[in-house]
């Protein structure tokens, strides 16, 4: 087991440009989870989905924001364009819907910073 | 969600147990008491979970208040892998359907002494 995939692990880029932050959950596994991190704000919630359709992005910041999910096995989370404010560390997550207390599985994080 | 609340920061010895307290005075009756940590440049990773009765894995053990108002994760014996910080979180299971959604709070940070 591979567990969670995400890629890049860092990623450095200049105010304006478009991100765009990938993810591969755990095989099996059928929702998927954005998280972001920062010292300020620490864990936040940006969107889930459950069988690759959106259950809840209550937590994406604003219309820079976008995430897919195109078929069980990827995601990826776009920001365009980026701002010096959206540098953070990016957490994708997966687990099993259905389950009751299935544990989430984290990735590694991509490390993103806007300059 | 319902709300927990831990201490900022602990300290430990190596080899020594450590208790880590958790307060949810608002817990309800279908929310479940979950436990991650996250060591260093790493994501969260899932530690143990428990309803009412007091649980055991591998990891650490939940000791679970007679009221379900608080908690303690234990780690028997403290290692330097054990330093991350720790959150306890309440997960609602009895909305039913799509709700799995973990809310982070800002945790405890544990410090383990060599």
């Known amino acids: 087991d591979a567990g969670v995939i995400q890629s890049p692990r860092h990623e450095v880029t200049e105010m304006g440009q478009e991100v765009t932050l990938r993810c591969k959950p755990i095989?099996?596994?059928?929702?998927l989870f954005w998280y972001r991190q920062t010292m300020m704000r620490g864990l936040e919630l940006l969107i889930y989905f459950n069988n690759n359709v959106p259950i809840d992005d209550s937590g994406m910041p604003e219309d820079r924001f976008s995430a897919k999910m195109p078929n069980a096995s990827f995601s990826t989370l776009k920001i365009q364009p980026s701002e010096p404010r959206d540098s953070a560390v990016y957490f994708c997550?997966?687990?099993?819907?259905?389950?009751?207390?299935?544990?989430?599985?984290f990735g590694n994080g991509t490390r993103l910073t806007v300059t | 969600d319902a709300k927990t609340t831990q201490p900022n920061s602990m300290e430990s010895n190596e080899e020594e147990p450590v208790h880590l307290p958790c307060n949810h005075s608002t817990i309800s009756g279908t929310d479940y008491i979950h436990w991650y940590r996250q060591l260093p440049s790493q994501g969260p990773e899932y530690v143990i979970h428990g309803l009412t009765s007091n649980v055991n894995n591998r990891m650490a053990s939940l000791a679970i208040a007679e009221d379900r108002k608080s908690s303690t994760l234990i780690l028997h014996r403290a290692t330097l892998r054990d330093a991350a910080v720790y959150y306890c979180i309440l997960r609602d299971v009895g909305s039913g359907g799509s709700n799995y959604k973990l809310t982070f709070g800002k945790g405890t940070l544990l410090t383990v002494n060599p």
């Open positions: 095989s099996g596994h059928n929702s």
């Open positions: 997550a997966s687990s099993t819907a259905g389950v009751r207390n299935s544990p989430l599985h």
